[in-house]
């Protein structure tokens, strides 16, 4: 593994020669962390990411040596499809990560059914609050456009930006991104930011370059308008933050 930091940010580079490399550096460094809480505190929190990436890293957590009878699992995010489509975060996690020794792990679900609106971000956010806090371990992924979670750049600008604030007490939100055929629900950028470790996990020279521009842009500073919303999660507090990428 080659570990650089990045000047200009402080940000830990972290990058291996391919995908199956890296999800065993990065299954270590996240089962290190769990493990880390798990000897201090009687539970693990650990916040998930869907879409394509993060499938190798589930797969290496799941026969990892934790007690995951102690650690509880949520998403970052999910695309507002019940369990079973083929698009829902929760079925990818399911599938993947909840597996074998992490079997025992519980699992705090972001779709919820037959509820209002108002009632599904009332009873999530109160779940997501009753787990370890700060989270013990975040897990990012990024698009190509620069969302992180389901903070999507061309959301619409108040709920973008109302799901960026650190004045925002809510911890969760619906985002209706037009890029994007489903309605997003997603942990707000405060919510994710509350965590002892963040990594952000990328693959492919296109999201290299979509993040080192993202940085350049930002030059380190705090998020505001127009930069890439992955840098709201990664330029506050950077030494909690380590980038995990490959080819
Ligand atoms: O839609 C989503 O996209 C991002 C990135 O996904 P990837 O397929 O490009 O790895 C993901 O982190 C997020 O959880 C997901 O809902």
Redesign the pocket.
Known sequence: MTQTVIESSGLHWHEEPSGAELAISLGKAVAERLQRTLSQADSASLVV??????APVFSYLADADIDWARVCVT?????WVPPGHSDS?ETLVRDTLLQNKAAAASFIALYREGVSDEQALQQIASDVLGMQQPFSVVM?????DG????LFPDAPVLELSTAMSLDNDKTVAFMNPPS?SQR?ITLTRACLLNSEHRFLH?TGAG?RSVLNAALETCKGKTYQSGFAPVTGLLTEQPENASIYWSP
């Open positions: 990411s869907g879409g394509s990436t993060p998403l970052a995010d999910e695309r975060n990012l992924g990024m698009g190509g969302h992180t979670a389901s994007v997003r990328i999201k």
